[in-house]
Nanobody, 118 residues
Framework: QVQLVESGGGLVEPGGSLRLSCVAA????????MGWYRQAPGKERELVAN???????NYADSLEGRFTVSRDDVKNTVSLQMNNLKPEDTAIYYC????????????WGQGTQVTVSS
């Protein structure tokens, strides 16, 4: 019964900030690389950032200076702090869990909408 539940999306003006959170259940959390992807209308889903249990992080090159990903392995959460948001950040943001230790398994949340507009 794997569940990834996102929260924190919404409407924000350009230059504003949002913090997204994802709570994972039903997985051995420390086995998983946790992260965030996003998908804008008419575009492919793309990586925003991910973080493994050792704290190693990958960011999309264009986002590293504005977005920060973190995880809490006690609460089984991963968060994405988004600052200086731009209209092109508008997308559905999806929580993602991926492990290859015991087979190749990955899971997705249902997504949370982020809209950056004045």
């Amino acid at each position: 019964q794997v569940q990834l539940v996102e929260s924190g999306g919404g409407l924000v003006e350009p230059g504003g900030s949002l913090r997204l959170s994802c709570v994972a259940a039903g997985i051995t959390y420390t086995y998983y690389v946790m992260g965030w992807y996003r998908q804008a209308p008419g575009k492919e889903r793309e990586l925003v950032a991910n973080i493994d249990a050792g704290g190693y992080i990958n960011y999309a090159d264009s986002l590293e200076g504005r977005f920060t990903v973190s995880r809490d392995d006690v609460k089984n959460t991963v968060s994405l702090q988004m600052n200086n948001l731009k209209p092109e950040d508008t997308a559905i943001y999806y929580c993602h869990a991926h492990q290859r230790r015991f087979g190749d398994k990955q899971y997705w949340g249902q997504g949370t909408q982020v809209t950056v507009s004045s």
